[in-house]
């Protein structure tokens, strides 16, 4: 056999983004404090963008430029009449008491109160380095990421500290008995118990904890009638226990480190705001950016910088002042274009979503794609995605992800959307017999009634979305 050489000509169509699209979906997926991050970043990296001089500057002779401290200044006849006093730096007498500000501590960790409490006990220098070992091994939660054989391990291998398990058991007790009760917890059950043996002793917590560290599984599992029968309890003494389990805290170490500046960092920035007047509606793009433009310097080609340059200086001057100025308006021209896209994208919205945006009703929301939205904008579907993606609008009646109002249709030819479903679902559940909780099979028959038809498996996809566990777990007593 011999191999031969061959050549074929083919034709194939590729589309690929440019450059400059390429940015500008970059710069279309920000939201926005990482535009207003961009933004900032740009203005640091190119000398020719600036922030636009809107106002006039113009400084005129009777302009009143006086600060307070000169007008009061301005109430003596002349200097000797000032009192000393007026002319510190502090501006106060020496007699005066006044108040110094001083900043204010953030709330500290779970690990440096857990620290902060056992620093103030009677324990050893070898117990307390142990004792910030183990706590070291707390999540956020209070609970213990590390069993006991694990931390023994750790601490001869990487501390260099040989102690026996009685000893470290006795640190991990000290540790347990530390504020917030049930921190330092191996499982949800330690957890619970921890903080019931906390508690008063009343026959309830009694009860309770008899509950926890025996019969945990059938609590779980809300097998109330099992549980009253083994314990030999009735009704009113069974839910008297249960309300006291009830009231625990799951998760105890969140309780602390929620700081006022850790609150703030998890507020919600809206990129829109809908306001109703009546039977109109107003459409805000919020806009922290401010209005940007080519330096002065660099709109005459920069004339200034390459007075006097050799021949080859004064082309390389004027290749980078281009550069720069191109770069400055490509960036001018994508912010424009980002703000325009996302205003045309959220009108879109604000139009197939209309009632729901006078109602703020979850079931008044309409059946809504992707696709519906570009019918409107006439975008393409990966540009409202991204236009889409990470943004909130805040409306009279909260502040919601724009990802909110998209919503599948039921069924090929069915009006309703898988919003309307999810609240009906919700109501349903909410009315319900807690005694006599519904299945999904109840379920699908009520939502039959009310005109949807979907089946068992759809309900119970719907019902786990929402977080509503199933009719077992839903029993109460």
């Known amino acids: 056999m011999k191999e031969s050489l061959k050549l074929s000509l083919s034709q194939k169509m590729q589309q690929r983004l440019s ?42 002779d009777d302009s009143f430029n006086e600060s307070a401290e000169e007008m009061q200044l301005a109430d003596y006849r002349d200097e000797d009449d000032i009192p000393s006093y007026r002319l510190e730096a502090n501006n106060h007498s020496r007699d005066d008491s006044y108040f110094e500000p001083t900043a204010v501590a953030e709330e500290s960790s779970l690990n440096e109160a857990l620290l902060s409490q056992l620093s103030e006990t009677d324990i050893s220098p070898l117990d307390y380095k142990i004792a910030g070992y183990v706590i070291g091994n707390i999540d956020d939660n209070g609970y213990l990421t590390r069993t006991l054989v694990q931390i023994l391990d750790d601490l001869a ?3 260099g500290i040989d102690i026996d398990m009685e000893h470290l058991r006795a640190v991990v007790r000290r ?38 560290e025996h019969y945990f599984d059938l609590f779980s599992l809300k097998h109330f009638d099992r549980l009253a029968s083994m314990l030999g309890l009735d009704k009113d003494q069974l839910k008297d226990a249960v309300e006291v389990i009830r009231s625990l805290n799951p998760k105890p170490g969140s309780a602390v480190g929620d700081s006022e500046a850790d609150v703030k960092s998890r507020h919600i920035i809206p990129d829109f705001i809908v306001e109703t007047d009546g039977d109109s509606l ?45 770069d400055a308006t490509e960036f001018i021209g994508l912010l424009k ?64 992800p724009l990802k909110f109002f998209f919503n599948e249709r039921v069924g090929v030819d069915d009006e309703a959307s898988s919003r309307e479903i999810l609240a009906a679902i919700r109501e349903l559940v909410e009315s319900e017999d807690p005694q006599h909780p519904l299945s999904d099979d109840t379920l699908m028959k009520l939502l039959a009634e009310k005109g949807y038809e979907i089946a068992r498996r759809t309900v119970a996809k719907y019902r786990e979305r929402i977080g509503i566990p199933v009719a077992r777990l839903r029993k109460k007593i």
């Open 19 to 60: 450059p400059l699209q390429m940015r500008f979906v970059r710069l279309l997926e920000m939201s926005g404090p990482e535009i207003e991050d961009e933004v900032r970043r740009e203005l640091d990296d190119n000398p020719a963008l600036g922030i636009a001089d809107n106002e006039e500057s113009v400084s005129h």
């Open 157 to 159: 291998i990487n501390a």
């Open 175 to 212: 540790v347990r008995a530390l504020d917030p009760p049930g921190v330092c917890a191996f499982d949800l059950r330690d957890c619970l118990a921890l903080q019931l043996k906390r508690l008063e002793p009343t026959p309830a917590r009694k009860t309770a904890l008899e509950i926890v």
């Open 282 to 326: 107003t459409l805000t793009l919020v806009n922290n950016i401010p209005d940007l433009a080519i330096e002065k310097s660099f709109v005459s080609d920069g004339a200034g910088f390459i007075d006097g340059e050799s021949a080859r200086g004064r082309k390389e001057a004027e290749s980078f002042i281009y550069r720069k100025k191109e």
């Open 337 to 400: 274009l980002r703000q325009q896209t996302l205003y045309r994208v959220m009108s879109a919205i604000v139009k197939l979503q209309h009632d729901f945006f006078m109602s703020d009703d979850d079931s008044s929301l309409r059946p809504m794609i992707l696709k519906d939205v570009a019918r409107e904008t006439g975008y393409d579907l990966s540009v409202i995605s991204r236009a889409t993606a990470g943004k909130y609008v805040a409306t009279p009646g909260g502040i919601y």
